[in-house]
């Protein structure tokens, strides 16, 4: 049993060391790199499907599912260069999967690399990719009370985005405890509500990546 911890830790370690390659990397290139993690469903591949058809600047993808091309063909249908990892079987991404997901990309011309994790608000929060940032996605049909009952994620992420709000008015969703319970585990975080469906509060987030963009250009 001891045996076990130990190979465990050492794959761990391991990743450890290729994400911290990547971000040194991502430095060199100037490149921003996203986390983005939820819930299967959530609405991942749609906000980026939204993000990519408005933004200015240079961006990839790299997707993260246990099977099929089907996220990764939905960003190419934007015009965007997309990345499909599967990881048959596996739950989240690790590091060297995005290793090999970044070697077919062209990072010269790129300005953010968004990562779309596989669809779990569990085990993703706990493995670096090398990202800027996690953002945890969230959305109002999974009901306000996550925060609190996934708090890794939430209180990990640089920022918290809450997808879907155009359902707020048929469903209901109590918005006072869902950011108040993410104000409590992570107060820094920028706090985003958006809908792809309707478009609103897109331009918002948008504005918010390009910003991160200019300061890490810097
Ligand atoms: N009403 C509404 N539906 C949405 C919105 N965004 C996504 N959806 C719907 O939610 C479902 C899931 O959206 P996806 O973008 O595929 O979700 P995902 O998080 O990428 O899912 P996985 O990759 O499977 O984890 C789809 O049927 C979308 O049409 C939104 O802003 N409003
Ligand atoms: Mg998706
Ligand atoms: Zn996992």
């Not at 430095?27 to 790199?33: A, G, N, P, T, V």
């Not at 986390?35 to 993000?51: F, H, M, Q, V, W």
């Not at 359902?167 to 319970?181: A, K, M, P, S, T």
Request: net charge neutral; proline share 4%; glycine share 10%.
């Amino acid at each position: 049993m001891p045996r076990r911890i130990s190979i465990r830790q050492s794959v761990m370690a391991a990743d450890e060391k290729i994400a911290g390659l990547l971000r040194r990397k991502l430095s060199e290139k100037k490149i921003l790199m996203l986390n983005l993690i939820g819930s299967p469903g959530a609405g991942k591949t749609a906000l980026l499907e939204a993000t990519l058809k408005g933004a200015r600047f240079r961006s990839a993808v790299i997707e993260g599912d246990i099977a099929t091309s089907r996220d990764a063909d939905r960003i190419a249908r934007t015009g965007t260069r997309a990345v499909q990892i599967n990881t048959r079987g596996g739950c989240h991404l690790e590091s060297h999967l995005v290793q090999k997901a970044m070697e077919e990309l062209d990072l010269d011309g790129l300005d953010v690399i968004f990562i779309e994790n596989v669809g779990n608000l569990v085990c993703p929060a706990e493995f670096d990719l090398g990202e800027d940032m996690k953002v945890a996605v969230s959305s109002v049909p999974e009901g306000p009370d996550k925060p609190l009952k996934y708090p890794h994620l939430f209180s990990r992420a640089g920022a918290v985005l809450l997808t879907k709000v155009d359902l707020v008015r048929h469903i209901g969703f109590d918005r006072g405890l869902f950011w108040g319970d993410v104000e409590g585990l992570n107060p820094l975080a920028r706090k985003l509500e958006v809908s792809s469906l309707d478009g609103s509060g897109i331009q918002e987030w948008i504005d918010l990546v390009e910003k991160w963009v200019g300061e890490k250009r810097k």
